[in-house]
């Protein structure tokens, strides 16, 4: 990409899943593979953007150039978060943060007994809506994946969590969603505008986002 659009600007994306720990060998986590997130990562630092991509665990290469900050559960991705927060022009959330862990933590490997095994869950901090409450001039771009009701649920979700931009994706479509290389989905803005998009490359959609992002410099 020629066009050094983001250039001066940071922007700060979020990536693949996170894990909530159970006890020292077991975790809660979800199908994320963290395609989408370093691809806009990738796409951002080819833009000219300076790049911090705060990622849970994924067996992808970090991208070369981006300052890369490796995470495990939801509450240390929101502690990293903050760190660079404050000198973010932009943040994309495209990280699937687990939005329960394990109440208690367990020390030791838990047992198995003959009963089934109750493990209480509690809400993890909902980063994006966190970052939304203390925006400033920043833009905050995020996901929503959804089975049902997409848009009104997506629209939902932008103005809840104070986003620029939603992207909504039907996961229920072949395609789409986690593990793919191509996604479907709906651009959603705080303007009120929705471009449902074609079918395309993540790493075509990264740049489709950048597009939008860029219209509100
Ligand atoms: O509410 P929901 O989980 O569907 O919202 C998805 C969006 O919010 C994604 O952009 C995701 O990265 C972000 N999110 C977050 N922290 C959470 C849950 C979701 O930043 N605990």
Known sequence: NPRLDFAGKTVLV??????????PVRFISNRSTGKMGHALARAALARGAKVILV???????VPLGVEYVPVTSAEEM???????????????????????????FSQQKLKKGDSDLVIELTRNPDILAELGKDKGNRILVGFAAETQDL????????????????VANDVTLEGAGFGTDTNIVTIISRQGDTTP???MAKSDLANVILDRISELF
């Open 55 to 61: 990622s849970g665990p994924t067996d992808l290469p």
């Open 151 to 166: 848009i009104a649920n997506a629209v939902d979700k932008m103005h809840k969590k104070n986003l620029d931009l939603l």
């Open 14 to 23: 979020t990536s693949g899943p996170t894990r909530e720990a159970i006890d």
């Open 197 to 199: 998009l074609p079918g």
């Open 78 to 104: 929101y502690r990293r978060v903050r760190d660079y927060y404050r000198d973010c022009d932009v943040v994309i959330g495209a990280a699937a943060v687990a939005d329960y862990r394990p109440r208690q």
